[in-house]
């Protein structure tokens, strides 16, 4: 399956720890966004990244979270300090470039906030 | 303040009867509009889209209608199948032609009975 993945699955988290998403783009391409879908919600943007470049953060929490996507290897989404509210599940999707191209979505990590 | 609005939470037709699902939009400067259908434990998947100068679209079974002046869409899927069954979301952007900052509504549960 050459699509968009994302690891882990799941993942349970402790108030105060730290948690870290991977998402590995579909080949060939080069854009990566994040969103996240809160219970009885829909999907909102968070950040879209190029390799070594954060295009837009507008729609990260101020605080305690950070995203990147290194030259190498998958992008990451980074929460520090988890608390209940952020559990969610985080969805990656990817394109080619900014363009009109439909974005195609990974399965998404749950993660769960004890 | 939500500016993607699926009114209907959940919709159940029959096997061979025609699914209208439909969305309204708050947001006069959203120029795309698209929709994508979730599975339970996967990631949204790319449906079909329409760009605001044009009123219709069609791909196989399903045809998406916009009327501006009413900021309303719909959804239609003839005939409805029971591989149907899932969640529909529907997605407008305003990035004049970028399409990676979806505001997404809260999804449509449908149920097609066999």
């Known amino acids: 399956n050459a699509g968009v993945m994302q690891n882990p699955r799941h993942l349970v988290r402790r108030r105060g720890q730290e948690a870290r998403l991977r998402c590995s783009p579909m080949?060939?391409?080069?854009?990566v966004y994040w969103y996240r879908q809160l219970p009885e919600e829909g999907l909102k943007f968070m950040v879209y990244?190029?390799?070594?470049?954060?295009?837009?953060e507008s729609g990260m929490p101020k605080e305690r979270f950070s995203a990147e996507f290194p030259k190498e290897g998958p992008s990451i989404l980074r929460i520090q300090q988890v608390v209940r509210g952020d559990s969610a599940a985080y969805f990656c999707?990817?394109?080619?470039?900014?363009?009109?191209?439909?974005?195609?979505f990974g399965n998404g990590t749950r993660l769960t906030v004890t | 303040d939500q500016q993607v609005k699926q009114n209907s939470p959940s919709l159940s037709v029959q096997e061979g009867r025609i699914s209208i699902l439909n969305c309204d939009y708050t947001?006069?400067?959203?120029?795309?509009f698209l929709w994508y259908k979730k599975y339970p434990a996967e990631g949204p998947t790319f449906l079909i889209s329409?760009?605001?100068?044009?009123d219709k679209n069609e791909d196989g079974r399903f045809t998406v209608f916009l009327n501006k002046s009413a900021k309303h869409l719909s959804l239609h899927i003839v005939p409805s199948q029971p591989g149907d069954s899932a969640v529909y979301f529907c997605?407008?952007?305003?990035?004049?032609?970028?399409?990676?900052?979806?505001?997404f509504g809260k999804g449509t549960l449908l149920t097609v009975n066999p």
């Open positions: 999707a990817s394109s080619r470039r900014d363009s009109n191209s439909p974005l195609h």
């Open positions: 080949k060939g391409h080069s854009h």
């Open positions: 990244l190029q390799k070594e470049n954060i295009i837009d």
């Open positions: 947001n006069s400067m959203f120029d795309y």
């Open positions: 329409i760009s605001s100068i044009k």
């Open positions: 997605a407008a952007s305003d990035s004049g032609g970028s399409n990676y900052k979806l505001t």
